[in-house]
Antibody, heavy 121, light 108 residues
Framework: EVQLVQSGPEVKKPGESLRISCKGS????????ISWVRQRPGKGLEWMGK????????NYSPSFQGHVTISADKSTSTAYLQWSRLRASDTAIYYC??????????????WGQGTLVIVSS | SSDVTQDPAVSVALGQTVRITCQGD??????ASWYQQRPGQAPRLVIY???NRPSGIPDRFSGSSSGNTASLTITGAQAEDEADYYC???????????FGGGTKLTVL
């Protein structure tokens, strides 16, 4: 069974650093890139960027370029989203997601359960 | 432009048909996908490609596209269809992605 399992909720202060994780299982982790999606409280989905775990190449939305870093460790099938200096406006639920799995009988994508990040002084 | 825009809210009477639209330049080159999100849940893909439904998505959901506009149609809306719906597209040679602002569907 394909699963993306994300790390638990975090409460941090502005200016602190943070790394959250997304562990894939049930499929070849290096075959599909992982995207990160932000959802602020009561707001819509925002695509942040993606990583190809096979070579760690990344693409970032211009809205997030320079503020977050996406990385992956293919040895542990885990993708990461990292901030060096959090802001209150980073308070949100963060989802990781795969693209559509097309080489299966029933194509679908997969999403993690979401990680709540609260940034407050 | 990378932006894709949606109407913020739409309502439909139970059992009637509703169309949710999404507009953006990227939709001239890439198929839209559509996601349903119920409160407290992760998004769920309901339409991808030209008009494809993942397994388990009822056939009352369908997708279409014309020019810079993509549409999600629910034929015979049910109470459980009340949710937020997001269109999703690629742009910039397919390397980048974008979500629309979302449409809140109310089933009356």
């Amino acid at each position: 069974e394909v699963q993306l399992v994300q790390s638990g909720p975090e409460v941090k202060k502005p200016g602190e650093s943070l790394r959250i994780s997304c562990k894939g299982s049930g499929y070849r982790f290096t075959s599909y890139w992982i995207s990160w999606v932000r959802q602020r409280p009561g707001k819509g989905l925002e695509w942040m960027g993606k990583i190809d775990p096979s070579d760690s190449s990344t693409n970032y939305s211009p809205s997030f370029q320079g503020h977050v870093t996406i990385s992956a460790d293919k040895s542990t099938s885990t993708a990461y989203l990292q901030w060096s200096r959090l802001r209150a406006s980073d308070t949100a639920i963060y989802y990781c997601a795969t693209p559509l799995f097309t080489t299966v009988p029933n194509p679908r994508d997969y999403w993690g359960q979401g990680t709540l990040v609260i940034v407050s002084s | 432009s990378s932006d894709v825009t949606q109407d913020p809210a739409v309502s439909v009477a139970l059992g009637q048909t509703v169309r949710i639209t999404c507009q953006g330049d990227s939709l001239r080159n890439y198929w839209a996908s559509w996601y349903q999100q119920r409160p407290g849940q992760a998004p769920r893909l309901v339409i991808y490609g030209k008009n494809n439904r993942p397994s388990g998505i009822p056939d009352r959901f369908s997708g279409s596209s014309s020019g810079n506009t993509a549409s999600l149609t629910i034929t015979g809306a049910q109470a459980e269809d009340e949710a937020d719906y997001y269109c999703h597209s690629r742009y910039s040679s397919g390397d980048l992605q974008v979500f629309g602002g979302g449409t809140k569907l109310t089933v009356l």
